[in-house]
């Protein structure tokens, strides 16, 4: 097993090794990055072909984000606190899609959440307005420059984009639409195929 994070290895590794993760904090008031294991290595025959790849998500512990790569794009895997998901439904009055009705997920995904486990978050962390790739943030409240009406997120820095822990999109953000969610099924509690369906759906 190889332990890598993300500042350590150079872009042409990054695109085929598990990149980082980020420790999110319960109380979403810390920002302290956390190194985190790192485990899969797809073959590039499987990469090139856009397989889907297996994510053991087994040891990511509560607040913290692995991010696997699939078909070439970031995929953040995040394993959300019940404080995160108490804090989804408070704000979709400020949501440009808050039912995901004109969003990018399988119908599984289509719910408050976005998920198959509530806890469990897996999207495409490709911002929906040209593509960079948003952050996790928890700076949040009147102190931050990104709204005080924002509770923390994913926040995308090259014009501003907000999204919720849900990958929601805010109102005032350029990104028209709330972030992909990938197809995917678990093989198990711990792992997940991410790029294949749920048998049957
Ligand atoms: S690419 Fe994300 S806000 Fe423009």
Redesign the pocket.
Known sequence: MTAIVQDDVDEKRRRVLLIATTAAGAALGGATAVPFLASWLPSARALAAGAPVDADISRIEPGQQVIFEWRGKPVWVLRRTPEMLDQLPKHDGVLVDPQSNESDQPEYAKNPTRSIKPEVLIAVGV??????S?TLKKEIGAASDMGADWPGGYY??????RFDLAARVFKG???PKNLVIPPHRYASDTLVVIGEDKKGA
């Open positions: 911002c929906t307005h040209l593509g960079c948003p995308c820095p090259c014009h501003n984009s953000s350029p990104a």
